[in-house]
């Protein structure tokens, strides 16, 4: 077996010089593979809209600001997205609308960024870059309430909530385009990613940033029921599987669950992160109503087939991912507030 050091460093070589559009890119994930794109390399060009609630900050591209490419613009706007893609070896596409909630109550913002949005890119690339490679950020939010765990990709998709529901849609474009027009996309279905760079101020992308702000504000945090299954995946092994994805041919037309190094109760997570920051307090309380409606109960994914196919594997542990957020957010809080 290739040492994981040895596979990263090809990987890398091979993005060199390469011209990569990330859209979403001053968000959490897309700031993170900007980071290491740009320190391979590359010719890294981010798109952002920077719209308040969708959690892109300027401050995620701080020390590479000067060697990436920074457009402002959103990928609703067709017109942008068809200037932007044309001359791109890569498109890593990470602009979406995450929230449950938010969808629920604004479901026509969410239809629009995360599946007509969806939609136009693809056209600009079948009409101006149909060389292109795409990488799109999907979520396992689509398979609702599983009916078996783990969940493989074969699971019976079932979204609970109209972020679910277009976050699909989304996907299924990205592989009608490569199954018709022979566009190289795939998708990779995320669970819950964590890590320097996410948004910690609401609960619009995951509820551990609220739990780890208020940890390192030294404020009680609330856990819901408890009793919930979850995985989770370190923000640096889910850039690990971007890169993968894009680097293999394998890839193409496909779709892949990510995973992380186990699977924890709320519980049991909450204890984890209390002892890892070095004290804290928690308060266990009943889900609330309007949550609990969308809530999918327990998830944990199997993720057997990205490994399989790419060689993908999460090579930080719970434990060292927490204690990175940590350590971030005590020397940068101030920042994401």
Not at 309 to 334: E, K, N, V
Request: contains cysteine; proline residues 3%.
């Amino acid at each position: 077996m290739i040492p994981a050091t040895d596979t990263t460093s090809r990987i890398d070589a091979h993005f060199a010089q390469k011209k990569i559009l990330i859209t979403g890119g001053l968000g959490f994930i897309g700031s993170t593979l900007a980071h290491r794109l740009v320190d391979a390399g590359a010719n890294v060009t981010l798109v952002d809209s920077l719209i308040p609630q969708y959690g892109g900050n300027l401050c995620n591209v701080a020390g590479i600001e000067d060697r990436a490419r920074i457009n402002i613009s959103d990928v609703r706007d067709e017109y942008s997205m068809a200037h932007l893609i044309g001359g791109h070896d890569y498109l890593f596409n990470l602009a979406g609308q995450t929230s449950h909630m938010d969808s629920m109550s604004d479901p026509y913002a969410d239809l629009e960024i995360n599946c007509r949005a969806q939609l136009s890119i693809l056209e600009a690339c079948r009409k101006h870059n149909p060389g292109i490679k795409v990488v799109f950020a999907s979520t396992r939010q689509m398979y609702g309430k599983p009916d078996y765990l783990p969940v493989d990709e074969k699971h019976l998709l079932r979204p609970v909530d109209v972020n679910g529901i277009n976050k699909m849609a989304g996907e299924w474009y990205h592989i009608v385009y490569h199954n018709v027009y022979g566009i190289r996309s795939c998708a990779l279905r995320l669970t819950n990613t964590y890590g320097p760079r996410m948004r910690i101020k609401d609960a619009r992308q995951t509820f551990l940033g609220v739990w780890i702000r208020l940890l390192v504000e030294g404020k009680p945090f609330e856990v819901w029921d408890g009793h919930q299954l979850r995985d989770f995946t370190f923000v640096d092994d889910a850039v690990d599987a971007f890169l993968l994805a894009a680097y293999h041919d394998a890839a193409n037309g496909e779709v892949f669950n990510l995973g992380g190094d186990g699977v924890i109760s709320l519980r049991d997570l909450a204890d984890l992160l209390v002892e890892v920051g070095g004290g804290g307090e928690y308060s266990v309380r009943t889900f609330p109503a309007d949550r609990k409606r969308i809530d999918i109960g327990d998830y944990y994914a199997d993720d057997s087939r990205i490994r399989a196919a790419l060689g993908w594997s999460p090579r930080t542990s719970l434990r060292q991912g927490l204690a990175r957020t940590i350590a971030f957010y005590r020397d940068h809080l101030h920042e994401y507030l």
